[in-house]
């Protein structure tokens, strides 16, 4: 966890058609309650980014905040990893 006990997410970002806005798609992995065998679910976190300066592919880091919109209660903290687009 991060300073003041704020909630830490890794993601990969799915879309960036909003401005400011990013969705991010977080996995993670736990055992089902009957057969223990592992399954990956997936939940999407909308994300303020301030300087759109991330892209579909990119790994983030993201921080739980006040509420900034309807949806939004993170904030990208870190680009983890870039992706190479082609042009």
Do not use: C
């Not at 830490?8 to 977080?26: L, Q």
């Not at 065998?37 to 980014?49: E, L, N």
Request: glycine fraction near 4%.
């Amino acid at each position: 966890m991060s300073e003041k006990g704020r909630i830490e997410k890794i993601g990969v970002v799915v879309s960036d058609k909003m401005d400011k806005t990013r969705v991010i798609s977080v996995e993670s992995r736990t055992p089902h309650p009957l057969y223990r065998k592992i399954i990956k679910k997936r939940k999407k976190f909308y994300a303020h980014d301030e300087n759109n300066m991330t892209k579909v592919g990119d790994v983030v880091k993201i921080v739980q905040v006040r509420p900034l919109s309807k949806l939004k209660r993170w904030r990208i903290v870190e680009i983890i990893e870039k992706t190479e687009r082609p042009k």
